[in-house]
């Protein structure tokens, strides 16, 4: 199993080091974890790795990797915060950490004359306003060239209708296709709440995220895809991901990504289910 998507208490609203994430993710059955703490970032800089704390988090990893070598291969990975006008800061720290994956993602948005939102405040994502300034970060992000995957594109599902969201989403299939970058596949939208669609009221065990609308689409533009638990407890280790894969193979998704050195390698997914034979994995194209 590969896990592209996971946070320790470096992120301080995730519990757990280092190495307790490691070892619950090989006793779930993950082969290949990326660790994605949240990077530093001036906004909500209590909610994330500090720039302080990178040498020692890096370290830990690279500890970890020679501890469980043979069990895990563990990758270097950060989730960044995109907004508009970031680029120089996240371009700064790209430069200066060497990574194997650099997830860019969409927590905050900034919206004319409301309080910032925040992309877990339900009730506001349907809100027009705060959709149009959503996906102008988005095209930005896609824009930007720096990172490898834009994390959780879809999360907005969890207070929005799929046609609302594939419809806002048609225009940046092109661009994120020219970009080469990668979809994430994000399985916490398995066991997040959500809003009812016909209640409102927020409710716990309905599939939000990803999208299965755009999933064929994504795959007609030969988009990658990489996928992640989103694990913010070693409890939650690998949650989600192969239960995704199987009910997205059903709708036509072949291969996942993940990324070493910040290239792209691809896997077979019919290698990656638990009831696979093969293990083979193949080179696939470099990033572009
Ligand atoms: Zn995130
Ligand atoms: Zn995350």
């Known amino acids: ?18 190495d307790e994430l490691v070892r619950a993710s090989i006793a779930a059955g993950v082969k290949i974890l990326t660790i994605t703490d949240h990077a530093p970032f001036p906004v909500d800089s209590n909610n994330r790795l500090l720039e302080a704390e990178l040498d020692r988090y ?26 508009s006008g970031s680029d120089a800061y996240n371009r700064d720290l790209l430069a200066r950490y060497p990574l194997d994956f650099a997830i860019g993602s969409i927590h905050y948005v900034e919206v004319p004359g409301e309080p910032m939102v925040k992309v877990w405040e339900l009730p506001r994502l349907a809100a027009e306003a705060f959709l149009d ?11 930007c060239g720096l990172f490898d995957a834009v994390g959780h594109a879809d999360t ?14 048609e225009p940046l299939l092109a661009p994120l296709a020219c970009s080469g970058m990668a ?17 409102g009221q927020e409710v716990q065990g309905l599939w939000s995220y990803p999208s299965q609308r755009l999933l064929p689409q994504l795959i007609a533009q030969d988009v990658p895809f990489t996928i992640g638990s989103d694990t913010h407890a070693p409890e939650d280790a690998g ?16 291969r996942i990504s993940y990324y070493q ?28």
């Open 1 to 18: 199993m590969i896990d592209s998507h996971s946070h320790t208490d470096y992120s301080k609203h995730a519990t757990g080091t280092v």
């Open 58 to 83: 890096f370290a830990d990893i690279d500890r970890a990797q020679q501890a469980y070598r043979g069990q895990i291969k563990i990758l270097r990975g950060l989730e960044f915060d995109y907004m």
């Open 133 to 143: 300034r959503y996906f102008a970060n988005l095209e930005g992000l896609v824009a």
């Open 156 to 169: 907005l599902l969890r207070g929005l209708p799929e046609d609302v969201f594939q419809r806002r989403f």
């Open 183 to 199: 979809f994430e596949l994000n399985a916490s939208g398995l066991r997040k709440s959500s809003l009812a669609p016909l209640t």
């Open 239 to 254: 949650a989600g991901v192969a239960e995704l894969m199987r009910a997205l193979r059903s709708l036509g998704l072949e």
């Open 261 to 288: 050195d910040r290239r792209r390698v691809n896997a077979d997914i019919d290698t990656l289910l638990p009831e696979g034979t093969s293990t083979t994995l193949d080179q696939g194209a470099a990033r572009s």
